[in-house]
């Protein structure tokens, strides 16, 4: 049994287990030439497989799919899907025989019918990666639909895309599910956010994963800020602020008009260098705003990681020779912080 998928965003589940795995844009003046770089990266479609395996031999099926996908069919239908209390084949018998399925996997080809659009970004992406990581392990990519079970999961040499959380906000499974999963998270579940997704989860899960020594505010705050600068710069420009942190515009707008206001509340509640999980965690979760703070519920959610983002970006403005490598293995929030000279203003 393998326990090392990481399965980082969780909703529902098809089959057997009623439970949850705990899974405006500031824009870059230059970004390097990576038309050297030799990288090309196919989703392999691992959802069509499976489907087509419906009118086959369950057994053959069962092979072929164990034979072409390894250690991702093994994820997918133990963890996933099912559980290792059933056998390969009962789960895929009980998943064919779900009429959900068949109408989930009808509209999920409907809006995907190819991801050739998704394959020339994330090439493009992952080139940057591996301009300024070249020993980084690109994995494959394998799409798959797991009624609503997982968006981007990680294993052991694959990154997994639930093409049936990116069919588009309006999407009516997603109007079906709002009580298990809110519309503040379905809204984003469209297919620009798909990229976007992958290479934070790339970042987080694979290249920079956060120490458990980072409790502070101010370190998770700049953890969260580093993630996404890094994002700033292996996505297009083309890549809203907006996409890349999951907000609406005018969330984006509502922080941009009172950023000096909310670090004016973490300083005057002392909230830099709190370790108090729950108390710091309001401004780090998602939700569909931040109690306590705005009106009318306007708020923007996960504020201490829009305003990290705010202090990397203006650390790296304010010190140009440092390189994007340095600024990553940098873990003092403090050092980081005091040389950014942060100080927002309305």
Known sequence: ???????????????????????????????????????????????????AGKSKNLLQTDTFLNR?????????????????????????????????????NDETEGVFKNLSDKEEELTQAFKYVRYYYPDAKIPQFISFISGFAVQTPVGDDYMGIGLDMFLGKDSKFYKAIV??????????????????????????????????EDRSFLSKMVHNGKILYFMDQVLSEDVPDSVKIGYTKKQIEWC????????????????????DYQKIQVFLSEGPFTPGLGERNESAPKLGVWVGWQIVRKYMKENKEISLQQLMKE????????????KPKN
């Open 68 to 104: 072409k996908y390894g250690k991702f069919y093994d994820d997918f239908i133990h963890r996933m899907v099912g559980n290792y209390d059933y056998t390969n084949s009962e789960i895929l018998q009980t998943l064919y025989k779900d009429q959900a399925y068949t109408d989930l």
């Open 1 to 51: 049994m393998r326990h090392n998928v990481k399965l980082r965003q969780s909703y529902l589940f098809f089959l057997f287990m009623p439970l949850f795995f705990s899974l405006g844009s500031c824009r870059q003046n230059t970004k390097p030439d990576v038309s050297d770089v030799h990288l090309t990266i196919k989703i392999t479609r691992f959802d069509r497989d499976l489907f």
């Open 331 to 342: 873990h003092d929030a403090q050092k980081i912080l005091t040389a950014s000279r942060y």
């Open 256 to 275: 941009q008009n009172f950023e000096s206001d909310i670090w004016a509340y973490y300083l005057e509640n002392n909230l830099l260098y709190d370790t």
């Open 179 to 212: 009580q298990s999963v809110p519309s503040y998270l379905s809204r984003r579940f469209s297919p620009e956010y798909m990229v976007p997704r992958l290479a934070e989860t790339y970042a987080r899960e694979e290249l920079f994963p956060e120490s458990d």
